[in-house]
């Protein structure tokens, strides 16, 4: 069992940054793969960013590209979104998910645990 907090959400300007933190504990953290997906409104849950297990691999989806970066401190159970450049529509609830695949999945059926979200808004 792995549980999952995020933060670091909120409210900030297009432009702005923001840097989410995933905090890890349970089974051996450093094990798992972890993602970063996204849930706007209406829509459905999306992938944003996954790392693997020791850091060497880096995914990153199309709309985030240059913009976000992914890193994981093993040290300390957790993992990070920075968000730089934001924009409206990056306006949603944001979920870190851990995954005990070899190759992080952008699927969200390739994730077994997940937290309990975190708002990020950017206002125009």
């Known amino acids: 069992q792995v549980r999952l907090v995020e933060s670091g959400g909120g409210l900030v300007q297009a432009g702005g940054s923001l840097r989410l933190s995933c905090g890890a504990s349970?089974?051996?953290?450093?094990?798992?793969?972890m993602g970063w997906f996204r849930q706007a409104p209406g829509k459905e849950r999306e992938f944003v960013t996954a790392?693997?297990?020791?850091?060497?691999?880096?995914y990153y989806a199309d709309s985030v590209k240059g913009r976000f970066t992914i890193s994981r401190d093993n040290a300390k159970n957790t993992v990070y979104l920075q968000m730089n450049s934001l924009k409206p529509e990056d306006t949603a609830v944001y979920y870190c998910?851990?995954?005990?695949?070899?190759?992080?999945?952008?699927?969200?059926?390739?994730?077994?645990?997940w937290g309990q979200g975190t708002q990020v808004t950017v206002s125009s």
């Open positions: 998910a851990a995954s005990p695949a070899r190759t992080p999945p952008m699927a969200t059926t390739g994730y077994d645990y």
């Open positions: 349970g089974r051996a953290f450093s094990s798992y793969a």
């Open positions: 790392i693997s297990w020791a850091g060497f691999a880096r």
